[in-house]
């Protein structure tokens, strides 16, 4: 149930954003999660909703860009998308793997008045 | 008004875990994060640890419990300083937790600390806190499909501590599977297979601290 802690920071930061940029009320924030964090989408936005009431996010939109894990192979350096968690590159079966992306725990955009 | 940002969401906890880092450095102490299920044996492993080691290295433990201190008490028989921290509702432990922790810990007598986290598979392994090291434990009774359905803390892990080994004739967990979707999962974990009851491979796990604990000396 980690994903109230994620909302708290979530609101944190927006807040910071609508102090530095004068706005009052928030319209949508985007988020992007990586597959390889954690996060369960529903719960997260389930949390997001409790935590904003009676705050300058109330109802706003939470949109979650959900992030593939993708892996650079450092033998023969091809990337591919890890579907089923098999993280052995599909060429070389090699296990000496980059994660390029699939851990992204971020807010990436804000929507405000 | 649309604002472009990226920030990270974890940001301030990071912030703060980095923080806890840069005094654990300047105290020399090397610093493992033990996580695990509930009761795969994270404590039973420390009193065993520091029963052994504690004449030979200066041992200090966080205990991380949403209630009670009966880990810290169980801790404490073995005579070294430990500080329990309640998290209330949290799930984890976070930065945060520790930073005030470390206030009650002298960390210049301390070279190897525990951070015993939650109980909990999938939490604890989403927050950096100050860590050199994530160690896991994963025990027979949890069965050997556990690496799958709880990928992050695996792959977030560089050492895997399989526990309970005594207890394999009475389960059906298969020890080759679940090394095989633990290395699946994370190709460089370094893996130790134990059993606190028996004892049995503990002399390997002992041996491996103290080389850690003089390597981070140098
Ligand atoms: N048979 C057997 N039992 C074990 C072994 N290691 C631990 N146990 C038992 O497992 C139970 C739980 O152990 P703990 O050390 O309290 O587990 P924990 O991970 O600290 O539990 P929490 O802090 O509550 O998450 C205790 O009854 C231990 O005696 C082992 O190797 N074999
Ligand atoms: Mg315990
Ligand atoms: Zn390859």
Redesign the pocket.
């Given at each position: 149930m980690h994903e109230l802690t994620i909302a708290q920071s979530i609101l944190n930061i927006i807040n910071e954003e609508l102090l530095v940029n004068n706005l009052s009320k928030v319209i949508k924030i985007s988020i992007r999660i990586g597959r390889l964090t954690a996060i369960e989408p529903e719960s997260l936005k389930f949390c997001f909703e409790i935590i904003t009431k009676n705050t300058k996010a109330e109802g706003s939109v939470l949109e979650i860009d959900y992030v593939p894990i993708r892996c650079k192979c450092s033998n023969c350096q091809i990337v591919f998308t890890v579907d089923e968690l098999d993280f052995i590159c599909p060429k070389c079966m090699g296990s000496n793997l980059k994660i390029i992306s699939g851990n992204e725990l971020q807010v990436v955009g804000l929507e405000a008045e | 008004m649309k604002v472009e940002i990226i920030k990270d969401i974890l940001a301030a906890n990071d912030a703060i875990a980095e923080e806890n880092r840069r005094l654990f450095k300047e105290n020399g102490a090397l610093v493992l994060n033990l996580m695990?299920?509930?009761?795969?044996?994270?404590?039973?492993?420390?009193?065993k640890s520091i029963s052994v080691l504690k004449g030979r290295v200066n041992i200090g433990v966080i205990?991380g419990?949403i209630q009670t201190e009966?880990?810290a008490t169980?801790i404490s028989k073995e005579g070294v300083e430990v500080v329990q921290i309640n998290t209330g509702s949290a799930c984890h432990l976070d930065s945060n937790m520790i930073h005030q922790a470390i206030e009650k810990l002298d960390l210049s007598n301390i070279d190897l600390l525990f951070m015993?986290n939650?109980?909990?598979l999938v939490c604890p392994a989403e927050f950096r806190i100050g860590e050199d090291m994530k160690i896991m434990?994963s025990?027979?009774?949890e069965g050997d499909d556990k690496p799958l359905k709880y990928p992050l803390m695996f792959r977030e892990s560089q050492v895997l501590i399989i526990?309970?080994?005594?207890?394999l004739p009475y389960c059906d967990c298969d020890l080759k599977r679940l090394k095989e979707n633990s290395l699946k999962i994370n190709s460089n974990l370094n893996i130790f297979e134990?059993?606190?009851?028996?004892e049995s491979g503990l002399d390997s796990w002992y041996n491996w601290l103290v080389k850690k604990v003089e390597e981070n000396k140098k």
């Open positions: - | 695990s299920s509930p009761g795969a044996g994270k404590t039973t492993l420390l009193e205990e419990d009966l880990d169980r015993e939650v109980g909990n434990i025990s027979i009774t526990n309970k080994i005594d207890l134990i059993s606190c009851k028996t």
